[in-house]
T-cell receptor
Framework: EAGVTQSPTHLIKTRGQQVTLRCSPI?????VYWYQQALGLGLQFLLW???????NRGNFPPRFSGRQFPNYSSELNVNALELEDSALYLC?????????????FGQGTRLTVV | EDKVVQSPLSLVVHEGDTVTLNCSYE??????LLWYKQEKKAPTFLFML????IEKKSGRLSSILDKKELFSILNITATQTGDSAVYLC????????????FGKGTKLSVIP
């Protein structure tokens, strides 16, 4: 069974640009979560999507946004990139509502903003 | 604001040593506490603890939750170099999601 897959694995962007990161959850999982892991800050919750809707978002500015598609895959969009957006972006998936099982993480996308 | 605090932040031990990693939490609507191991990128799941006082074990790793004192510990016995990693503790809210609040992690280095 395929795990959570993320693309791309690495990318470099210039300050002010826009970026789109992609995540495919484990088959059967309907919830997708996005986390940012910046150096020295630990994993911080960004967004939660379930059944195509945004269920909650963390303490991040509106230039962080995303969506979930009918096949439950998800995109994270970051506009007007800033240097401090450089981080590892991790996607996780779980069953609906996290019922009875843990969340599984993908390998992440390493974003560098220069 | 929900808070998860791990200690120590880093630890260096010799192979064969036993280590104890600590995690305390202040979380509203607490449902469960999770431990993950992060070696390079993807955190891998170790334990989920929901009930107080019940130890979970997997090989040389074990963990226990104290819901009265709001903390959990992760024990690793007979450490091996392959145990070198960042160990993450996270809490889940009672809302039925995996919107996790993570601690900053404990970086464990096991030297031969």
């Amino acid at each position: 069974e395929a795990g959570v897959t993320q693309s791309p694995t690495h990318l470099i962007k210039t300050r002010g640009q826009q970026v789109t990161l992609r995540c495919s959850p484990i088959s059967g999982h309907t919830s997708v979560y996005w986390y940012q892991q910046a150096l020295g800050l630990g994993l911080q919750f960004l967004l939660w999507y379930d059944e195509g809707e945004e269920r909650n978002r963390g303490n991040f500015p509106p230039r962080f946004s995303g969506r979930q598609f009918p096949n439950y895959s998800s995109e994270l969009n970051v506009n007007a990139l800033e240097l401090e957006d450089s981080a590892l972006y991790l996607c996780a998936s779980s069953l609906l509502g996290g019922a009875g099982t843990e969340a599984f993480f993908g390998q992440g996308t390493r974003l560098t903003v220069v | 604001e929900d808070k998860v605090v791990q200690s120590p932040l880093s630890l260096v031990v010799h192979e064969g040593d036993t280590v104890t990693l600590n995690c305390s939490y202040e979380v509203t609507n607490f449902r469960s506490l999770l431990w993950y191991k992060q070696e390079k990128k993807a955190p891998t799941f170790l334990f989920m603890l929901t009930s107080s006082g019940i130890e979970k074990k997997s090989g040389r790793l074990s963990s226990i939750l104290d819901k009265k004192e709001l903390f959990s510990i992760l024990n690793i016995t007979a450490t091996q170099t392959g145990d070198s990693a960042v160990y993450l503790c996270a809490s889940t809210p009672g809302a039925g999601s995996y919107q996790l609040t993570f601690g900053k992690g404990t970086k464990l280095s096991v030297i031969p």
